[in-house]
């Protein structure tokens, strides 16, 4: 509950520095178990969408009912399945940290080509570029500064 309390209110001061009308729609491009989305649901009306490659954790977002199913998409952030502008607000949280870097340009293309107006990115930053171990596998983890990629 502290962490959902947490997030919540970092959108609503996401939110609060937004230029203009708040995004009609929102896309969070590997959402994982969710904890953005129910966040989200929690503080705006916004329509939702989420893209989550991973079965198991889209699994656990389709049973969550945090939004309806037909939001939840099966795709890769260097190859989203919307047409251009498809979202008032695009974001990524603890994703891109998890792309190849070869594929990190064409991932940060495709999250620009299906926003309208807002990016938002929540990422790890190193100023060393290093790929780390994670859950005993490699090529899963990069620490790097993910504004050269911008």
């Excluded at 904890?35 to 705006?44: D, E, V």
């Excluded at 656990?60 to 890769?76: A, G, W, Y």
Aim: aromatic share 10%.
């Amino acid at each position: 509950m502290l962490l959902q309390s947490a997030r919540i209110a970092f959108w609503r001061r996401i939110f609060e520095s937004l230029v203009g009308a708040p995004p009609s729609s929102i896309l969070e491009v590997g959402a994982n178990l969710s904890i953005n989305m129910q966040a989200l649901g929690n503080s705006t009306s916004t329509e939702l969408f989420a893209v989550e490659p991973n079965a198991l954790a889209r699994a656990k977002l389709v049973e969550s009912q945090v939004l309806p199913t037909n939001n939840i998409s099966d795709c890769l952030a260097y190859d989203l399945s919307f047409v251009d502008e498809s979202f008032g607000l695009v974001f990524t949280s603890g994703v891109l940290i998890h792309i190849h870097p070869d594929n990190l340009l064409s991932s940060c293309s495709e999250v620009h080509r299906v926003t309208r107006r807002y990016i938002v990115c929540f990422e790890y930053f190193s100023d060393k570029p290093e790929e780390i171990t994670y859950r005993g596998y490699d090529e899963l983890l990069f620490k790097l500064d993910l504004g050269v990629f911008g």
